[in-house]
């Protein structure tokens, strides 16, 4: 059974977040506890990520805010690793930002696995026009969400039934070849 793994961002996704419920409803989902969150270090955050990933090879990644740059950084750096896709919810943008702004954004290349990115059109945490830029650039499916917000419990997404089914086309959808010539 392939195995989801939900990644929060910066302060984590305390009930009732829709990683929160995500996690209460869904068996094979498992909540990343990342070391302070309120204090995020980006080598022991791709340290405890890639764990996870090593203990649940073939997982779907799963991420909110700064957990979908995390999974975009760790998927960007080790191809090799075993993930089946990747689910990047409202990415927060870290340049210049004061918490987060030593988490650098991955470069701009295709990442080696399917993926979708679920963007707002009023995010306060990145420009929708640099989301559609990174979509772009990774190869990622861009969902436009509208203008709803950051997509956190501010606003308003406790229970996120759409995040289910967008894991679960990304699941449908065939892999791509990885470097080497394996699949991802």
Same mark, same amino acid.
């Given at each position: 059974m392939i195995k989801t793994l939900l990644v929060p961002g910066l302060d984590g996704s305390p009930a009732p977040h829709w990683q929160d419920?995500?996690?209460?409803?869904?068996p094979t989902a498992l909540m990343v506890d990342l070391p302070d969150p309120a204090h995020p270090v980006p080598e022991a955050w791709e340290a405890e990520l890639a764990g996870m990933v090593l203990q649940h090879p073939g997982a779907v990644l799963v991420g909110h805010s700064l957990g979908a740059v995390l999974i975009a950084r760790l998927i960007a750096k080790w191809p090799q690793i075993e993930v089946s896709a990747a689910l990047l919810v409202?990415?927060?943008?870290? *340049? &210049?930002?004061?918490?987060?702004?030593?988490f650098d954004t991955p470069d701009r290349h295709p990442l080696p696995v399917p993926t979708t990115l679920v963007a707002s059109r009023n995010d306060p945490w990145m420009r929708y026009e640099r989301t559609a830029e990174l979509a772009a650039a990774w190869g990622a499916n861009l969902v436009?969400?509208?203008?709803?917000?950051?997509?956190?419990?501010?606003?308003?997404?406790g229970p996120w039934p759409l995040g289910k089914a967008l894991r679960d086309q990304l699941l449908a959808r065939k892999p791509r070849q990885k *470097? &080497?010539?394996k699949t991802a």
């Open positions: 419920w995500w996690a209460a409803t869904d409202a990415p927060a943008d870290t *340049r &210049g930002a004061r918490r987060i702004g030593h436009d969400l509208g203008a709803v917000g950051h997509i956190n419990l501010a606003a308003g997404f *470097r &080497g010539g």
